[in-house]
């Protein structure tokens, strides 16, 4: 079994930062890869950014430029560093690992951005 804990969320204004973090524990395997979804009100869930064991990512195209995504294999962390957020960044933020054909999710992190 896999549990997945988030941290960072909270209340920010308009240009402002915020760091995610989600740590791993349980059955962890080499291979795998973390990624960080969200889900704004009324809205279906998207994916924001991955990365994968090896250290590739994708982003979802609203965030490229101001989100990045890292890992920390050797704590089984990955963090979401955000910058020059923006209303619409609001939502709140899962953290998600695939591995072995399964998928686990953390319980997720309100993030709202607001002046």
């Known amino acids: 079994q896999v549990q997945l804990v988030e941290s960072g969320g909270g209340l920010v204004q308009p240009g402002g930062s915020l760091r995610l973090s989600c740590a791993a524990s349980g059955s962890i395997v080499r291979l795998n890869v973390m990624g960080w979804y969200r889900q704004a009100p009324g809205k279906q869930r998207e994916l924001v950014a991955a990365i994968t064991s090896g250290g590739g990512t994708t982003y979802q195209d609203s965030v490229k430029g101001r989100f990045t995504i890292s890992r920390d294999n050797a704590k089984n962390t990955v963090y979401l560093q955000m910058n020059s957020l923006k209303p619409e960044d609001t939502a709140v933020y899962y953290c998600?690992?695939?591995?072995?054909?399964?998928?686990?999710w953390g319980q997720g992190t309100q993030v709202t951005v607001s002046s």
């Open positions: 998600n690992l695939e591995q072995l054909r399964r998928i686990y």
